[in-house]
């Protein structure tokens, strides 16, 4: 099993910067990739960015150029830093880890940016 801690969040004005982690454990973890996903209310939850365990990203449209993921392998630790945030980025963003046999979800963390 995978327990993913996600931490960070926040309530934010546009234009400013937050900075999420998640922090992997169990006995289960082992080097796959990992990414955050969001969910804004009444839509379905979408990709934000992914990295793999070797260093390799993948980013939305929409976070190009403002969102940066990266990961500590030697702390099981993800991140995703956030930077000129709009009121559009407003969800809640969930860590998960994608493992051969099924995927794996942090509980969640509340991103508001206001106007």
């Known amino acids: 099993q995978v327990q993913l801690v996600e931490s960070g969040g926040g309530l934010v004005q546009a234009g400013g910067s937050l900075r999420l982690s998640c922090a992997a454990s169990g006995t289960g973890f082992l080097g796959f990739p990992m990414g955050w996903y969001r969910q804004a209310p009444g839509k379905q939850r979408e990709l934000v960015a992914l990295i793999s365990y070797g260093g390799s990203t993948n980013y939305a449209e929409s976070v190009k150029g403002r969102f940066t993921i990266s990961r500590d392998n030697a702390k099981n630790t993800v991140y995703l830093q956030m930077n000129s945030l709009k009121v559009e980025d407003t969800a809640v963003y969930y860590c998960?880890?994608?493992?051969?046999?099924?995927?794996?979800w942090g509980q969640g963390t509340q991103v508001t940016v206001s106007s």
């Open positions: 998960a880890y994608q493992a051969p046999s099924r995927d794996y």
